[in-house]
Structures are given as structure tokens and as C-alpha cells.
């Protein structure tokens, strides 16, 4: 069975860091783009940043550029996203998202999600 | 970067019904590199359709996408008690960044 399950959120300062890890089995890992995406409470959904197969490229969106970076150990079937300078609109659940072989941000595959809470 | 608009925010239906939910995009979507998910409360998302008109493994034909260009829509033929919940379109062909419209809950009447 295909698996996503993500760890590392929970409460954080403003200003501070956390490490979030997406941990997959049930597939090739390595082979597939991965990305993670955020859900603020009771709003929609944001691509957050994207990562290829052989982690040779990565991207980001604007809102988190510079302070979010994304990275995989395909050794170890996980995928990483090191948050750091955190603010309050950072808060939300985190999704890690397995790329179809439609298309790497095409997600056929989704985590149960971690909850980042921003707060002082 | 394209920008999509869903709409309408909140459709209200009984079991049964059709339902019909529109997605614009501001500028053209490359190969109908278009994707429907349907996300329910306390739920990851679950992809339903990708390429505009394909419906991903084990989605039940009542659920079908249409459209090109810049107007795409979802259509559930026969509303089931499960399919009320949220859906989001995604466009992820023009570049590696994969953007989601605002959403339409489909809410019991």
C-alpha cells in the first residue's frame, strides 16, 4: 500500500524553526516528484514547495522563498522540509504529496498532514 | 502565474441532484494540465480527475471533467451522501509550481 506520513510539526515562536519529515513506502521513491502543500485552518489549499525525484531541482513558492527549504534521502524514502523564520500566516497543516505519473505537481498520493501553530 | 477562480463558492443540493462546479483560469492552461480534488473535513485531498477529463484510479464514473483553455468544470452526475465536501482545481502544467483555486463546498440542501 501506497504511504505518506508526515512528523516534526507542532508549536512554534515567531522567528523560530522546525523540521518537518514525510516518510513513504509502498512505491518507488526516488522515482517521483514530491512536494509538500499547506492548509491554513478553514482555508484552501498552497502549494508550498517542490522537489524532483533525484533532488536535483527544487522550487518554491514566493510566500515562503528564502525561508523554507525542501530536501530528500531517498536512501531512506523521506522527504524534508526545513521551516525557519516562521510567522503566524505560516500556520497550518502540512501535506507532503507524491507527483503522478501525469506530472510531478499532479498529487495522486497525499499524508495525513502536521499541524505547524505559529503563536507567542 | 495563472490565477484560478472557482465558483460557486457554496452550492447547496440534495442526494441525488447534478452538480456543476466551474473553475476559470486567468490565462490559457498549457495541454489541460488541469486536476480536480475532492477534500473532505479532517481529510487529506484525494485526487478525482487530471488532464481536465481522466479520472484518476477508482473514481466512480458519476464524477467527469470538461473543458480547455481557460474554463474548465466538474460535474457530479448523481450526488451520493459522500461526495459532499469540498473540491479544489489545481493547474500544475505551466510550471513546476502546481496552483489551486479557492475551492467549492458542495453542502447538503
Known amino acids: 500500500e501506497v504511504q505518506l506520513l508526515e512528523s516534526g510539526g507542532g508549536l512554534v515562536q515567531p522567528g523560530g524553526s522546525l523540521r518537518l519529515s514525510c516518510a513513504a513506502s509502498?512505491?518507488?521513491?526516488?522515482?517521483?516528484?514530491m512536494s509538500w502543500v499547506r492548509q491554513a485552518p478553514g482555508k484552501g489549499l498552497e502549494w508550498v514547495s517542490a522537489?524532483?525525484?533525484?533532488?536535483?531541482?527544487?522550487y518554491y513558492a514566493d510566500s515562503v522563498k528564502g525561508r523554507f527549504t525542501i530536501s530528500r534521502d531517498n536512501s531512506r524514502n523521506t522527504l524534508y522540509l526545513q521551516v525557519n523564520s516562521l510567522r503566524a500566516e505560516d500556520t497550518a497543516v502540512y501535506y507532503c504529496?507524491?507527483?503522478?505519473?501525469?506530472?510531478?505537481?499532479?498529487?495522486?498520493?497525499w499524508g495525513q498532514g502536521t499541524m505547524v501553530t505559529v503563536s507567542s | 502565474e495563472i490565477v484560478l477562480t472557482q465558483s460557486p463558492g457554496t452550492l447547496s443540493l440534495s442526494p441525488g441532484e447534478r452538480a456543476t462546479l466551474s473553475c476559470r483560469a486567468s490565462q490559457s492552461v498549457s495541454s489541460s494540465y488541469l486536476a480536480w480534488y475532492q477534500q473532505k473535513p479532517g481529510q487529506a485531498p484525494r485526487l478525482l480527475i487530471y488532464g481536465a477529463s481522466s479520472r484518476a484510479t477508482g473514481i466512480p464514473d458519476r464524477f467527469s471533467g470538461s473543458g480547455s483553455g481557460t474554463d474548465f468544470t466538474l460535474t457530479i452526475s448523481r450526488l451520493e451522501p459522500e461526495d459532499f465536501a469540498v473540491y479544489y482545481c489545481q493547474q500544475y502544467g505551466s510550471s513546476p509550481r502546481g496552483t489551486f483555486g479557492g475551492g467549492t463546498k458542495v453542502e447538503i440542501k
Open positions: 509502498g512505491f518507488t521513491f526516488s522515482t517521483y516528484a
Open positions: 522537489i524532483s525525484g533525484s533532488a536535483g531541482s527544487s
Open positions: 504529496a507524491k507527483g503522478s505519473p501525469y506530472s510531478g505537481t499532479c498529487f495522486d498520493v
